[in-house]
């Protein structure tokens, strides 16, 4: 039989056992408290957060743990959970004055100008003269734009302040002052730092106040004490401040004597006395001593990493990839694991590889990338490497897929933005390509590559303005760049600013053009009709780049124009000698037989162009055309197919194939290679519009047709076609009133023997007709027919249509 035990014991030993189990918790809890403090205070982070968080296992509401976890994460720099801890702080103790400061500071680069005023008036609630609090204010309130609340505020923090304090209130208010422009309020501010605490902030401040006011006596005198006053942590600032003080001043040789005492007087911050030397080096175009001074600051350090990837960097833009290489496996050498000195070596081997065509090197990168993916999937420097290797390997789409994923990371990266921007530009994609290239500019304004390739793509697509903008920024930089000086004179020449075009030339040194810049002056003299002067200089580019096509086929142009077709004749066909194999001279051979009526040589000569470069749209397209011309429009599709399958990325070939298609009434077909025109490029004006009005007569979707001919006026503003199918959406979507507008300016726009005249009225008949306007539709019917042939047995279906309308009116109107 079992014993009972008594319910009282029972109830006892329950109470007991909780007894136990509470002093348990407050034991562990004291335990974690003084295990996370300990970790604090000896800078160990990581444990600290580990046992602050056991303690929150315990007590969620633990005020001291959320405040030490907030400092903890904040030396981690895990400034989002910092964030989260210190408002959890402030929330459980109201009083603690030292949280409400650190979450009024993270509020104030978050900001959320009301969570800082809100922390700072409950603070100022609790301790009216706390000065600190005031500086938070005016910090916001300023942000806010309300200046002169701000002043008061930052004023009053100075008024407030004890002696310990009072400078760095005082700086607040002199930078504050100082960005304003209000030099004179800041002025007695600066006065007062220098009596209260003279040394090296109060007279670089008063330094740089006698440099705005165009004092630099004052302010040569003023950075030299602060020089005198500056301690082993600033001491290296104030020599640079002293050398950029020179440099402004055109006294470069003082600023440059300035860094090489520092560098020789300092221990904190050589490098940065180094680099800035470099730099000063490199704008005097002193290759040389700049080159000198990157490879001292290697020796300056000589166990550091850093220096030897920043040369490597240096040797890299410039060209020299050995040389950065041979920086960089010194950087391994010292520290094998170095994950920045791996993907820079990484980068450089790829880079070599693509220059050098030397798959082996693309390959030797690619796995050193790969190792690093293996175990940081995410790490964006890998990413961008691997982009890189893609990009040399010649697969875009896959690298702009890799970008995009090191984007996420690091979405501010411009060098990132820019090899995006490149490799959407070889996929044709010339839109996303532009707004890459613009944010990678945005980003760095030095990117200039970038800045060049965005000129490229907005002379491309037609926006002259932007190329012009783009291109001179560059020029800036880069004066000697004759090609871009040519894009701009170029994009002047399309806006009709032929006289800043000719300027733009002649920037170039005679000396110094080459057959580029000839060919571009002689395009700008054709342009005004200089027919003589646009040969000579024709020829001049000719003597400089023989064979070249496109300055054969504008001389050919000139000379059959000019009585000297058998001369142009026989240059043309000594460089195809010259070159057979050149599958762009074998075309302008082609067009030569077709200006001769032979037929026959001229189709051999665009199947051999296509032969010899298969990859060449332009080939494809050309014997397309002379296919279409001669009236066989199946091979033409057949060979625009077969284009269209080696450079599935053209949008042009798509588009092209699909007015082909549209031609042959295989309208299914010609609508899908519309759409995926647009879809590789959205600037496609000719596309839009043509689904557009495909979608309008098959009745197709009139939302997305509408959309299309919207997009596509706006792309061709002046152009009569655009107006025209806009209108006729419009109409079929039952709006005539909107419709007629557009079709009016269609019908004006068009020359009166351009045969779609006649169906635009058409259209604007119907629109008429539709919008109760009889007297109108009939108007606009007689003028479509005027001029038409009646009775004609293979007259188009809408003429027997617009026939029938008119009678139906006439009757209908008596």
Known sequence: MRLQTPPLLLALAAIAALALACQSDEAKLADFLERGKQALDSEQYEEAVIEYRNVLQIDPNNAEAHFALAKSYTQ?????????????????????????????QFSLIARDYDEVLAQADAILEREPSFAAAYTLRGQ?????????????????????????????????????????????????????????????????????????????????????????FAQKKNRAAAYRTLAAFYFNQGRPDEGAATL??????????????????????????????????????????????????????????????????????RALALEPENRGAQLRRAELLVDSGYHKKDPALVDEGRSIVEGVLAEEPSNPEALFVRAKSEMAELDPKAAVATLRSALDVRPDWAQARFVLGSALMMLGDRNGARAELARAVELDPSQLEARRALARIHAALGEHEYAIEQGRQYLKAKPDDASMRILVAQSLVALGKRDEAYEELAKIPSEERNADSWYAYARLQLSEGKVDEARAALMKANELQPNHPEILRWLHRIDVATGRGEES??????????????????????????????????????????ELDPDDAGAYTQLASFYRATGRLDEAVRIFRKSVEDNPGSA??????????????????????????????????ESKNNLAYLLAETGGD???ALDLAQEAKALRPDNPNTADTLGWVLYKRGIPSAAIGYLREAAAGMSPDEPALAVVRHHLALAYEQNEQPDKALETIDAALKDLPSGSDDEPEWVGELRAMAERLRSTSS
């Open 140 to 228: 916001a309130i300023a942000a806010l734009e309300r200046f002169d609340e701000a002043s008061e505020a930052f004023a009053k923090a100075v008024e407030l302040s004890d002696e310990e304090d009072l400078p760095g209130h005082l700086l607040n208010v002199i930078q504050y002052e100082t960005g304003r422009g209000n030099n004179e309020a800041a002025k007695q501010y600066i006065d007062r730092l220098v009596e209260v605490d003279p040394g090296y902030r109060s007279y670089a401040s008063l330094a740089r106040y006698y440099a705005r006011s165009g004092e630099p006596e004052k302010a040569e005198e003023a950075f030299r004490k602060s020089l005198d």
């Open 260 to 329: 090489e005492k520092g560098i020789g007087d300092v221990d904190e911050g050589k490098l940065d006395l180094i680099y800035m030397l470099a730099s000063f080096y490199r704008s005097q175009g002193d290759e040389q001593k700049a080159d000198a001074m990157m490879v001292r600051a290697t020796e300056a350090e000589p166990d550091a990493v850093e220096p030897l990837l920043i040369l490597s960097s240096y040797r890299g833009r410039k060209g020299e990839i050995d040389l950065a290489l041979e920086a960089v496996d």
């Open 652 to 685: 042009r070939l798509h588009e092209r194939l699909g007015i082909l298609l549209a031609t042959q009434g295989r309208t299914d077909e010609a609508m899908r290679e519309y759409e995926r025109a647009i879809e590789l490029d959205d600037s496609l004006a």
């Open 76 to 104: 981690l720099q895990k400034l989002k959970e910092a964030y989260w801890e210190l408002h959890e702080s402030v929330r459980l103790d109201p009083d603690n004055r030292e949280a409400r400061v650190s979450y009024a």
């Open 569 to 610: 004749k026989q240059r043309i066909l000594a460089a195809v000698e010259a070159e057979p194999d050149n599958a762009a001279l074998v075309r302008l051979r082609g067009q030569l037989a077709i200006a001769e009526g032979d037929l026959e040589a001229a189709e051999a000569a665009f199947k051999r162009a296509v």
């Open 702 to 704: 009139l939302d997305r």
